[in-house]
């Protein structure tokens, strides 16, 4: 239990800095991300499921799939324990979300977008630290 709370904890912290790929603001000063849309499953010992849901800004928007594969990267990076991976767009907040969900849980398709240098850059952008 007080590991899960940790993990919870940690998973939430990561992604709070992560920046809007359009605007100055955080995803968590736009209520992309919140701690409630966090949830770690313990699924084996010592490795854990990290399911993240997010809520785009407007359902249309352009850009929540870029937003999920910035989730995914930056997590992917810092979580310090051994994890799966689940990322979700909330419930009937996105009109494509279950294209987006497919997209962002496909490994071989992060990948991909990974090795597009401009995709790449503007990920790099998004989830670098503020100084």
């Known amino acids: 239990r007080f590991l899960i709370a940790a993990h919870l904890s940690r ?9 809007d790929p359009e605007k100055p603001n955080t995803l968590e000063e736009l209520e ?3 701690e409630n849309g966090v949830e770690v499953q313990e699924i084996g010992e010592d490795e854990y499921l990290v ?8 359902p249309h ?3 929540a799939t870029l937003i999920g594969l910035c989730l995914r990267i930056k997590l992917q990076r810092c979580l310090p ?3 799966k991976l689940e ?4 419930e009937g ?18 990948a991909a977008a990974m090795e597009n240098p401009n995709l790449r850059e ?3 952008q998004c989830v670098t630290e503020p100084d």
């Open 122 to 124: 503007i990920v790099e």
């Open 51 to 58: 399911i993240i849901r997010f809520t785009p800004t407007v």
């Open 61 to 63: 928007c352009s850009l």
């Open 32 to 34: 992309v991300v919140t």
């Open 93 to 110: 907040t996105h009109s494509t979300e279950e294209d987006i969900n497919k997209q962002i849980n496909d490994k071989e398709r992060v």
């Open 81 to 83: 324990f051994r994890h």
């Open 87 to 90: 990322i979700y767009i909330s």
């Open 11 to 19: 998973a939430s912290d990561i992604i709070r800095t992560i920046r």
